[in-house]
């Protein structure tokens, strides 16, 4: 057995360094964290601690404070009796060369590493070439240790850009076969100067073939200098140019930066440093040594036809809070409850060199949508997610058919009234109105989903793609969003805690005695099938007026609104039980919605995420009586505006547990429940731009109108609250069975009138109904 210490082994390589020695079997690991201020005097009672024969650094070479911590340890560990071995942070190529071979200026670090160990007195230490690490050309389908970078290849966009011929050649391995042979390298009696241990090396033309045949479709390829490089004046690859925008903490000067750093390493393979089939020099073949004792690493060619081979199908399990969605959802063709939908009136204005006629252009418009944004043609089974890529150019044409459907003579609202659950997503265009009608279900888009789809689509219209769509493709998988639970850490802090949790957030709904609601006709009536809801758009006039109130006393819209709602349900319940022996209510509660994108690791792809549903519910419970308007508002602010994660870490744990425990009440066969449910889109306009495009090709497009609601099946009403073009909307679904349109309307006003007097708003001329 030996002792191995890695410093920085809970980072992006390291970690797999770490574990390859672990999964030996056959010796003791210690990390050594980077976020620790080690002195050169405690790394060195450390590793005499622990008696470290092997010193490993997986440290990221890319800052003089990185090289100063590598050169501490060095230091630490020629001092240490216990130390015999070290391996410095090479993970790559010979570093000691000219910028004629490696134009890489980071290579100094690792050069000053070097004369270190020269320096040092009885450590044995050897570099270790893998050459490039192969995960790079499975992003972003392979499961990596490594943070998203993409060298001459894009899979995802079909392109190829290769420096001079394409004939410079490049070794490689994948991190964890480099990793394993680093642990076999252990056992080793004595160590060469040089480690290598290379999977595979290819040219890089080959390599495009290779990727081709693996996506059974050629990429489109570029050839440019090897001097466009050396000046950083070189193509870059739109994923990498998505990566600036993306990760602006990690590349915060932008796409320049992004291709300083991609040039610098296609230089040099251009120019030689990545061939290792010829190594010169003191050096030892790990793969060789080690034939016929360990499995062989995972070829090239291999590696990219398992990743990047066309799967048409996909599926995916429901995540919590997906697994309410589901646990509600009908057959398609039936009437469900929380079915979403979602309308925007357009004018489109065409431009002088007009192209294919309008519908045309919406249906491109809706298969760039499917392109980019997959999950849009998902179908909601019971056991999960379901996606299919089309096969064939019919098999394409047909879910254009029947997801994207032309409605003459209809309009929105009589397709609201009528409206089913379809089988995938469904855009609707009805041309005698220029709109554009948006449903599905809740399990595909949430409210953010839901407008940053429009904004996505009027984007598509407005600059649509120069070539043909692909009809027969699969790479769009890769593209597929992972579900909330995946990007958040769900993880109990002890087993059985995540349901305790849940238990102590739904506790308070479980005191509501008396709660404040709206009371209906008793028994229930049969579920209605029509689908109803009243609007009530604010004038601009007195939005204003509202907006500026709140502003002046430091208030939310959205808690404002929602305290409204509160006093208006009083306000009807008291109506109601006048002169009968039911008593009001004491509380209000519902569940107030929070979009978890914010949330998601930093590392992961905010654009992915965008058109999707990301969100969860939390109880929000408020006793009204005895407190001012004011201060029910921010009561209601709070909780609106906590920072989830951090006010309790536990949670997400408690997700799951949290929604098994509400499924009962939800798929009961009528819901009792007649407390109003509010729900805030905020300001729209932040989301959906007013007009897109004014190109003399495309013409422009200009939004008139917006308009969000989810269907109700059992007798409570579903507010929503958004603003648009400087105007308040208050849009409340309800089930026709319950409410007329006449008691809803009212509702809507009286809740405005609450939510004027409470802020103090006095508008000259104003009467009750607009």
Known sequence: ???????????????????????????????????????????????????VEVVICALIMDSDSACEAQLRLIRAADQCPSVKRFIPSEFNVEYD???????????????????????????????????????????????????????????????????????????????????????????????????????????????????GKSQDRPLQVTFQPVEDLLRHDSIPLLSNMHLAKDYPDRFPGGVEQVRTLVADLEAGVALGAYDLSEVQG??????????????????????????????????????????????????????ALFLIASWVTFKHTPGKNAGPDLISQLRRAWLQMRCKYPGLAA????????????????????????????????????????????????????????????????????????????????????SPVQVDLPTIDGSEIARLPFRSDDLLDVAESRPGRGEQRAQEILAPLADIERPICVPVAQPLLPHCLRNSAERLKVSATLSKAIIDACKTQNLSVTASWHAAVIHATQIVQRQRNAGTDRLNGTKFATFGNFDLRRYFPSTSDSEAYSVGNHHCVLPCVVEPDGKTFSQIVKEVSRFYQQDVPREDPEVWSAMGPMVRTLLPEFVQRQLQETTP??????????????????????????????????????PWLECFLWSWQGRICLNTCYNSAYYGYTEVDDFNQLVLEEMMRGLGVRLQGYIGKL
């Open 97 to 211: 060369v000219g910028d004629e071979f490696l134009p890489y200026p980071e290579k100094r670090f690792h050069q000053i590493a070097r004369r270190a160990l020269e320096r040092t007195k009885s450590v044995e230490y050897a570099y270790f070439y893998p050459g490039m690490f192969m995960d790079y050309f499975g992003m972003p389908r392979v499961s990596t240790c490594l943070r998203p970078l993409y060298f001459f290849i894009d899979p995802v966009h079909g392109r190829a850009i290769l420096p001079g011929d394409g004939e410079g050649k490049m070794s490689m391995t994948l991190t964890t076969d480099a990793a394993r042979y680093l642990a076999l390298a252990l056992d080793l009696p004595k160590w060469p100067r040089v480690l290598k241990a290379v999977a595979s090396t290819v040219s890089l033309n080959e390599l495009v073939t290779l990727v």
């Open 677 to 714: 449910a509010v729900s805030s889109l905020g300001a729209a306009d932040s989301f959906i731009s007013l007009s897109y495009g004014h190109s003399a090709k495309h013409g422009s497009w200009t939004i008139r109108d917006v308009w969000f609601g989810d269907t109700v099946t059992g």
């Open 379 to 462: 179908e909601n089974l019971s056991d999960g997610k379901f996606y299919q890529s089309p096969l064939t150019p019919d098999e394409q044409q047909h879910w254009l058919d029947t997801t994207f459907l032309v409605l003459p003579g209809r309009t929105t609202t009589e397709h609201w009234t009528d409206m089913v659950k379809p089988r995938q997503m469904t855009l609707n265009y009805m041309p005698e109105e220029k709109q554009l009608f948006l449903q599905g279900e809740h399990h595909t888009l949430d409210g953010r989903g839901i407008m940053n789809f429009w904004d996505r689509f009027f984007k598509f219209l407005a």
């Open 282 to 335: 003191e050096h030892l073949d790990l793969v060789e040594s080690f034939k016929g004792l360990d499995p062989p690493p995972q070829q090239i060619a291999d590696f990219l036809e398992r990743t990047w081979r066309r799967e048409n199908t996909y599926r995916q399990s429901y995540g919590f809070q997906e697994a309410l969605y589901n646990a509600i959802s009908a057959p398609p063709g039936s009437p």
């Open 1 to 51: 057995m030996v002792v191995v210490a890695v410093a920085g082994g809970t980072g992006d390589l390291g970690r797999v360094l770490a574990q390859a020695v672990i999964d030996t079997g056959r010796h003791e690991v210690y990390i050594l964290s980077r976020k620790t201020n080690y002195t050169e005097e405690s790394v060195v009672h450390i590793l005499s601690e622990k008696s």
